[in-house]
């Protein structure tokens, strides 16, 4: 599970890891297509914004998506498109939700 230091809210994060969920699909067909902008572009996002969510461990993943735009290492694209779904199968079991505040 994450851990945010910039208070964004559980709903926010929760669609947040939906998104990647919608960004592993994108992968897998420029895997298949060998269409490097896709993983630089998703991959460079990825990198820009993981650890805001509390997400240091995709943060990595995000750096070397975008290195596989520069080096066209399928087998390498392969097994990080594996490490990001094992992440996304991990962290989407978790509904985050806001704390119930006493009155």
Same mark, same amino acid.
């Given at each position: 599970?994450? /851990?945010?230091?910039? #208070?964004?809210?559980?709903?926010? %994060? #929760? !669609?947040?890891?939906?998104?990647?969920?919608?960004?592993?699909?994108? !992968?897998?067909?420029? !895997? &298949?297509?060998?269409? /490097?902008?896709?993983?630089?572009?998703?991959?460079?996002?990825?990198?820009?914004?993981?650890?805001?969510?509390?997400?240091?461990?995709?943060? %990595?993943?995000?750096?070397? !998506?975008?290195? %596989?735009?520069?080096?066209?290492?399928?087998?390498?694209?392969?097994?990080?498109?594996?490490?990001?779904?094992?992440?996304?199968?991990?962290?989407?079991?978790? &509904?985050? /939700?806001?704390?119930?505040?006493?009155?």
């Amino acid at each position: 599970m994450s /851990t945010n230091d910039f #208070n964004i809210p559980p709903e926010g %994060i #929760n !669609l947040y890891v939906r998104r990647r969920g919608c960004d592993l699909e994108k !992968l897998k067909a420029a !895997l &298949q297509s060998k269409e /490097t902008d896709d993983f630089f572009r998703i991959g460079h996002g990825i990198k820009g914004n993981a650890v805001n969510f509390g997400f240091p461990e995709l943060e %990595i993943i995000g750096g070397h !998506l975008e290195s %596989i735009a520069q080096s066209d290492d399928w087998d390498f694209a392969q097994q990080t498109i594996k490490e990001m779904e094992s992440w996304y199968l991990r962290e989407s079991k978790f &509904q985050r /939700t806001s704390p119930i505040e006493d009155s």
